[in-house]
């Protein structure tokens, strides 16, 4: 792997722990206040057994995908209208590496 996309990734990880970890295992079968993100592209939103999901995100209909979640954390109510995840990563460089890193999970 070039050495930039290393680097991508290391940020990506240092960013999700410190801006999603607290919410969000990056294990599967571990759900804290929000669902874990192991697997989660390709996911179809709200879908993990034993999370607590606001009906407005397993009535989304969204499959998560870059695009998807770079919409999403860019601005999670404007994309699910009543979803509970409120904070969002208005720096569009923090999203892609968080969500670089998250493919490689
Ligand atoms: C304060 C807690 C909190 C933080 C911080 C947080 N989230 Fe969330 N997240 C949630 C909750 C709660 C949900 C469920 C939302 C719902 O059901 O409406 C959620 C849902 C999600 C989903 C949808 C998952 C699914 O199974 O459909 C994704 C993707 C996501 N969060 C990504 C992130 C990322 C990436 C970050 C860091 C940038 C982050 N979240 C930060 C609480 C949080």
Redesign the pocket.
Known sequence: MPATANAQQADGER??RQ??G???SPDPGQNR???H?AG?IG?A????EG????K???ESG?V?NDEA?DN??AAPRRM?P??????G?PDAAQRAA?ITY?ESQ
């Open positions: 960013l999700f801006r999603c607290t919410c969000h206040s929000g669902p993100l989660v996911r939103a709200g879908s993990i999370a607590r999901y606001s407005a995100m397993r969204v998560w979640l999403f954390l699910v009543g979803t509970t995840m409120t904070v990563v968080i998250l």
